[in-house]
């Protein structure tokens, strides 16, 4: 397996060898791995592709409750000396990560999906297999959706 990234550059271009190193392994059949925030529907487009060609799914989704605990989280980063994101772009971005996020469950064979809204650490949240889907209470609100999901109500949100 292939962990899809780049060193060095501008963050657009790094962005953009990731998605054409991962659309160059899609296309020889060769399995990796892509990090994304699911902002944008280009990586659902992959996955819609991927599962097409016989891919097996499997998605570990780290959400919050709160796109403020993600934005404190990114000051913390800068100040240790990471990359920043602007806040008007986390804010616009987020309600699209999340809604990108029920799209990404239901086209994955496999996920595990963790709150990651406390300072104390992540927490499960969701596991689904071949087996169906467990959940793990208490649900946040963020992930809510996933009691339809669970009970076999959940519909393809495309």
Do not use: C
Request: overall charge negative; charged content about 25%.
């Amino acid at each position: 397996m292939q962990t899809v990234g780049v060193a060095g550059g501008s963050a657009i271009d790094a962005g953009r060898d990731v998605l054409r190193n991962a659309q160059e392994l899609l296309s020889k059949n060769q399995s990796l791995v892509v990090e994304t925030t699911l902002s944008g529907s280009t990586y659902l487009r992959m996955m819609a592709r991927a599962k097409s060609q016989g891919y097996l799914l499997i998605l570990l989704f780290v959400g919050t409750s709160d796109v403020s605990i993600n934005m404190q989280r990114v000051r913390h980063r800068v100040l240790l000396g990471g990359h920043d994101v602007p806040e008007e772009d986390q804010i616009r971005r987020y309600p699209r990560s999340m809604e990108n996020f029920r799209k990404a469950f239901a086209l994955a064979d496999e996920a595990s999906v963790f709150d990651n809204s406390s300072m104390q650490g992540h927490r499960i949240v969701a596991m689904k297999g071949t087996e169906g889907i467990e959940l793990f209470e208490p649900v946040p609100e963020w992930a809510g959706f996933l009691r339809d999901a669970y009970s076999g109500t959940l519909t393809d949100p495309s």
